[in-house]
């Protein structure tokens, strides 16, 4: 019989849920939209009836590992999330414990991110570095001396609601000029309107309402040459190569792990990212720290991050 647990990964739009082997291997996984339920309890219900879709007689099922946005390690609740539909405080370990006699473990979505980096992925070597998540928002985790850095309930490392600009744009939670509302799939999509405006530049984008807008079109139009993308690029680029040299001032990682939908655009990212990190970055760091890309492959990656924290 084959020891597993089930890692669960709360997304902003996606929910994805996975059965995974202590070498990382996913056995079998499915996912549906957060948003596709009504109310909190809906939502835990259908978590119930994809993990019991997906579990056998063949398996030994023992801890449930989750990975939710502004998560409570402490108290198994998730709170005023800025990328979900409900509010206040959600026990979702409560509430997940009357269908599962288990373990459940609750962790920020980038803590397990990183934790799944330590186990499965890029950061297997190192006992320093920080990992960012470049979703529908900006997560980060932080890892020093081989420990995850989670504070005193679990909140340390919000880097994404760092204001970064003292009148700019807001992020989820109300946050002025916070990095996520500038350095994520949304934050993109702003910036592509703010380009928009600032050149007259002919673009595909001249075409497309904010809400018919996606990352992989933006992608897809630097790949085509269009200005607008690139300089779209360029802009997120250099706020977070910026961002990235501050943040090795608290930690001095010995790398910053990239992840997530944003980062997948490849170069468009990450040249600019690097070559503002390296401008920007104090003198006795440089060339110490590296920028890479994250081992785990995307489509299972948020899957291992939490199925991570309940092996660990």
């Not at 597993?4 to 996913?26: F, H, S």
């Not at 990183?114 to 997560?139: H, P, Q, R, S, V």
């Not at 910026?242 to 997530?260: C, D, H, R, W």
Request: aromatic share 10%; net charge positive; glycine share 12%.
């Amino acid at each position: 019989m084959t020891d597993v647990v089930i890692g669960i990964d709360i997304g902003g739009t996606i929910t994805k849920i996975g059965i995974v082997e202590k070498n990382g291997n996913c056995i079998s996984k499915e996912s549906f939209r957060t948003k596709g339920a009504e109310n909190f309890d809906d939502f835990i219900k259908m978590i119930s009836d994809t993990v019991n879709n997906l579990l056998s007689k063949e398996i030994n099922f023992f801890s449930i590992g989750i990975g939710a946005p502004n998560a409570n390690i402490r108290k198994g609740t998730i709170e005023t999330p800025a990328n979900l539909n409900w509010n206040g405080k959600l026990e979702i370990v409560k509430k997940l414990k009357k269908y599962f006699k288990v373990p459940i473990i609750l962790s920020n979505d980038a803590n397990c991110a990183a934790m799944g980096e330590m186990l499965y992925g890029n950061a297997k070597k190192f006992k320093d570095f920080i990992l960012i998540t470049l979703g529908t928002g900006l997560g980060s985790g932080i890892v020093s001396n081989g420990k995850l850095i989670q504070g005193f309930d679990g909140f340390a490392g919000e880097l994404g609601h760092i204001s970064i600009f003292e009148d700019g744009r807001f992020t989820g939670l109300g946050v002025k000029g916070g990095l996520e509302a500038y350095v994520s799939a949304v934050g993109l999509k702003r910036t592509i309107m703010y380009m928009l405006s600032k050149y007259t530049d002919d673009s595909v984008f001249r075409k497309i309402s904010f809400n018919e807008l996606h990352g992989e079109d933006i992608t897809r139009a630097a790949e085509n040459n269009d200005p607008i993308a690139k300089y779209a690029y360029k802009y997120t680029g250099k706020i977070l190569g910026k961002s990235l040299a501050n943040f090795v001032s608290f930690s001095q990682p010995e790398a910053i792990i990239l992840t997530g939908g944003l980062a997948n655009s490849g170069k468009w990212i990450l040249e600019p990212t690097k070559k503002y990190f390296q401008k920007n970055i104090l003198p006795f760091y440089r060339n110490k720290v590296k920028i890479i890309e994250s081992g785990l492959e995307e489509k299972d990656a948020a899957i291992l991050g939490a199925a991570a924290i309940a092996w660990k």
